[in-house]
């Protein structure tokens, strides 16, 4: 079993919740970003940060990280995920090489 954090745009998330899930049936933890989903929740800046840090603690636990380069985009705050997980000596592998194994 490998830990594997998924990183990559809000606008992707139904591309990583289907990753995650073919993932987990595969035998891995997966580790997802948490996005605000609720409209009617305000969260403050101060909560926003507090998420991004949780999300590079996921990026150390992990054996690797699955960029989710939908359309071959990868956006500010995933190029710092990668970054930092090359930084830890994380294994990086990205969505569109994956598809183009199918």
Do not use: W
Not at 13 to 40: F, I, R
Not at 53 to 78: A, Q, W
């Amino acid at each position: 079993m490998k830990i594997i954090t998924i990183c990559g745009s809000l606008k992707f998330q139904k591309e990583m919740m289907e990753m995650a899930e073919k993932m987990a049936l595969d035998g891995n933890c997966v580790l997802t970003p948490t996005y605000p989903v609720s409209n009617n929740l305000n969260i403050t800046d101060n909560q926003l940060k507090y998420l991004k840090e949780e999300h590079f603690k996921r990026i150390e636990l992990s054996d690797i990280i699955l960029v989710m380069n939908v359309n071959n985009y990868i956006g500010d705050s995933t190029s710092l995920e990668i970054g930092y997980a090359k930084e830890l000596g994380k294994k990086v592998i990205y969505y569109t090489d994956l598809i183009k194994e199918k």
